[in-house]
């Protein structure tokens, strides 16, 4: 009886050391992560935002989102092969390039723009406004991108009075502004980001701006907020199939 409960005692240890380790691993860091420089803390915050909107095994699994930056353009992005469509409707511009490869084309009221130099000019403008109205919408999935140092700021309060687990969110080397920083407010009940506070550059003490993250939808499988206070990322749809014109 002895032998068989010492097996049983066994068992059961390896089953819940591997229930821990998988779920240890259901939020990967990406490649070139600072986890080194990063408080261990602040990555489990950060793991517990990406369950919150969904899960990993969602976000991953998301196939194409579409979604209105400010009114100013609209994105339609597949994020398996790269593909992004911008639309500027203040210049009847379409821009469709892959984000990985940055190549693409640009048409200006209808017609496929041909001009070298034009073109390179609009497809460099394309991805940095892919970079920057994405991480508008998607900014809480991509807490452990490459290049990305967290660190844990203790318990505050947002503009709204709710207490939040203050993140930073520094960057090395990546994205076109890495230059920049932010702060991020997770609420401490439902682990979802309540606010955000950018600064141009790291070195500085005082935001240029703090924004809300209200109003949390359902779309697919994973949670989105597109509510900023004064200012709305609108017309958000997740989708399987590229849309047909």
Sequence with gaps: MRKQSLILLFFILVVAGCKQKQSSNSNPAAKGFNAKASDPKAIAIADSVMKAMGGRKNWDQTKIIHWNFFGQRAHTWDKATGKDSIYIPSKNMAIVENIHSKKGKVFENGKQMTQPDSVKKYLTKGYQWWVNDSYWLFMPFKMKDTGVTLKYLGIHK?????????????????????????????????????????????????????????????????????DRGKHTLSNIKVMNHWPNK
């Design 158 to 226: 947002t503009q709204a009075g709710e207490p939040a687990y203050k993140l930073q969110l520094t960057f090395d080397s990546v994205g076109v502004t890495p230059q920049n920083k932010f702060w991020v407010y997770v609420d401490t009940s439902d682990h979802l980001v309540r606010q955000w506070a950018y600064f141009p550059k790291a070195s500085m003490s005082k935001p240029a701006f703090v924004l809300p993250w209200k109003n949390y939808k359902k779309h697919g499988k994973i949670l989105l907020s597109g």
